[in-house]
């Protein structure tokens, strides 16, 4: 039981470059989430899902895309990276809105140089 | 804006001491509440859920009180291995899911 993976792990971006962040799940989660960690910021929501084909923004969405086509998937796009995105990436998903606790991916630690 | 706040510690603790951790949360309006275990470099793992009626698991002990908005957590006899960053966790109902709070840093020294 895989859980939720992510891919990459790790990567590193040149100022300008796009890549795409994937996060799949194999709960049949239907809300996905996407968040990213900065030392003495804590974890702070990007964009999130509460099922295939929907999205909306968090509390940091600027800089982002993000689609869920499939309910197992729920990718997360920077269409031009730039130094302020160097973080650690981490993708959750729940059963609903009221789930006992989050399942989190292990993470992708992003630097943008 | 919807806040968790911790003290960010570290709190250092010499092994098999009890230590004590708590968290205030600004979202009257907040309907469920967790404690979340990060060790270093990893992701977020659920440590515990906490009730208004207090609830423990082993040598962790959680306690809530809604008319303060205070959560806490316990930890007796403390292990090395108990060395973490502990996130406290608020869920607000909304679609948006989950708060949480930037951490407290554990070490627990032999």
């Known amino acids: 039981n895989a859980g939720v993976t992510q891919t990459p792990k790790f990567r590193v971006l040149k100022t300008g470059q796009s890549m795409t962040l994937l996060c799949a799940q194999d709960?049949?989660?239907?809300?996905m989430y996407w968040y990213r960690q900065d030392p003495g910021m804590g974890l702070r929501l990007i964009h999130y899902?509460?099922?295939?084909?929907?999205?909306a923004k968090g509390e940091v969405p600027d800089g982002y895309n993000v689609s869920r086509l499939k309910k197992q998937n729920f990718l997360l796009g920077l269409e031009s990276a730039a130094p302020s995105q160097t973080s650690v990436y981490f993708c959750?998903?729940?059963?609903?809105?009221?789930?006992?606790?989050?399942?989190f991916g292990s993470g992708t630690r992003l630097t943008v140089v | 804006r919807k806040e968790v706040e911790q003290d960010p510690g570290p709190f250092n603790v010499p092994e098999g001491a009890t230590v004590a951790f708590n968290c205030t949360y600004s979202?009257?309006?907040?309907?469920?509440f967790f404690w979340y275990r990060q060790d270093c470099r990893k992701e977020p793992k659920l440590l515990m859920s906490?009730?208004?009626s207090g609830n423990e698991d082993g040598r962790f002990t959680a306690q809530l009180n809604r008319a303060s908005q205070y959560i806490s957590l316990l930890i007796r006899d403390s292990k090395l291995s108990d060395s973490a960053t502990y996130l406290c966790?608020?869920?607000?109902?909304?679609?948006?899911?989950?708060?949480f709070g930037k951490g407290t840093h554990l070490i627990i020294q032999p």
């Open positions: 979202n009257s309006a907040s309907q469920s």
């Open positions: 959750a998903s729940s059963y609903s809105r009221q789930a006992n606790g989050y399942t």
């Open positions: 966790v608020v869920n607000g109902g909304g679609a948006d899911g989950l708060t």
């Open positions: 906490v009730y208004s």
């Open positions: 709960m049949n989660h239907e809300y």
């Open positions: 899902s509460v099922g295939e084909g929907t999205t």
